[in-house]
């Protein structure tokens, strides 16, 4: 199976997409069809339920940013084109639940002045006016169970999305979609050296050529980034934890989810090497500390390490999840990935496991980790 999209077509549909929203008046139209592609046809009523969400969003989401400095609209739009790459022939509806996905996390009245939260108010009604009452209240349910509420832990929220989508499974494709945006999307902001390496290569000389000397970029290293290595294994964990208690709620998978499904596994792996190749370029450059990093791994795989959750135990590895990616509060995740980031070593070791993770759920359609589940992350032994 061939992934729906590849960082450079990713990239590719974020600069023409921002080449449209950046004209004055912004082609709607223009955007809708880069959306949907060219394959896609609909019925004009369809089309004008679209066109005017997307207006919407435009009005709502405004100028606002994403943390790494794209538009914040270009997040809702993509995912939902990658939904569309998913289907054959995905219904309205799912289009703008994916479009709307984020409407209660992201457009809340706390964000705008009294007047400008009436007018937005006002056009998302005219919306809903223009919907059957059937679809409006599934609409409407759906944005619900998608958004995150404050304070959530993530496996909890994960939990209530999956139990509803075993009678709803678009809520599982449509966050699909949303994680594989948000995964892609970190490319946006680092343009690393390494991504032009063959990484298995890299592997492979480390672990069996004697003459390989390390892997030497004539290019300095990446200047500071907002989202730094340590944050995007966070964001693998994500993706671990979402696809593991997918296949542990036994959600129904139709060939839209299985594409999206793999799609997000590939592109974690792609993430995972780019983050390894960065440290081994740039911070554990001895190939012979860089094949203890890899045999490390190699063991603690072969010992059933990524097949369950342990408790901290004599492998650096062991607890990992729990020790690093669990948080209380903003500041313990602040400072537990501020000492992840310290350690290169560690870093090394938790970009392998990740590879090591996803290529697991792509090998296997029954792989899941045990001991992740709406009640936490739990050791199994």
Known sequence: MRPLIDTQEFLSLSSFLNYQLSSEPVNWRGILNLMVGNSHTMDKVSEDFLMEALEFLGEAYGNQKRRLGPLAILHPIRASSLLAKAHDKPSTLDLLTALLHDKNEDLTPDRYSPETWLRLEAMYGKLLEKIDSQANW???ERIAFLAKPTGQKYTEYLGRLLSHAKTTPELAVIKLAD?????LDLRVDLQDFTDRSHSFQVIFDILFVNSYNGLHLKQPHPIARKINGAMRLF???KNAVFLSMLRDEK?????????????LAVASIREAQTILLHIFAYHLTSPADQ???LLEAMAYSHDGGFESIRKEGPSVLDGLFRKYFVYDNAEMKKKRLADLYQDKKLMGLAAVSFLIVFASFINSGEYRIKGISAAGIIPQS
């Not at 994680?179 to 995964?183: K, V």
């Not at 959600?251 to 799609?263: C, D, I, N, R, T």
């Open 138 to 140: 599934f609409l409407n």
């Open 179 to 183: 994680r594989l945006d948000n995964t």
């Open 235 to 237: 964001q693998l964990y």
């Open 251 to 263: 959600v129904p998978m139709g060939e839209a989810a299985h594409k999206l499904f793999y799609s």
């Open 291 to 293: 094949r203890a990093v």
